[in-house]
């Protein structure tokens, strides 16, 4: 079983930059593959990076490749996601999420609560 808490969200203007974390809860944090989901409203889940158990293999959705960045510390438990330069289709409820495989996929085990992130323009 693992626990997930987001946090970092908030109100960004366009060109500005946050940074998500999610800190979890388990012994066995370091076996499993990591990921950030958002959600904006109307909209489809989407995945927006993953990681997986080792930190070797990461991907990005196309829309964010070269400003956000995803990384983890597995002795801290802790999953992070830099953003830079955001825009206004930014904007969404961001999830922080855990895999048990050590694989990313588009149906995670487990879920965080997330966290808001809105970008003005």
């Known amino acids: 079983q693992v626990q997930l808490v987001e946090s970092g969200g908030g109100l960004v203007q366009a060109g500005g930059s946050l940074r998500l974390s999610c800190t979890a809860s388990?012994?066995?944090?370091?076996?499993?593959?990591m990921a950030w989901f958002r959600q904006a409203p109307g909209k489809e889940r989407e995945l927006v990076a993953g990681i997986n158990w080792s930190g070797t293999i990461i991907n990005y959705v196309d829309s964010v490749k070269g400003r956000f960045t995803i990384s983890r510390d597995n002795a801290q438990k802790r999953l992070d996601l830099q953003m830079n330069s955001l825009k206004p289709e930014d904007t969404a409820l961001y999830y922080c999420?855990?895999?048990?495989?050590?694989?990313?996929?588009?149906?995670?085990?487990?879920w965080g609560q997330g966290t808001q992130v809105t970008v003005s323009s």
């Open positions: 388990g012994r066995t944090f370091g076996t499993y593959a």
């Open positions: 999420t855990a895999d048990r495989g050590g694989v990313v996929t588009r149906t995670p085990a487990y």
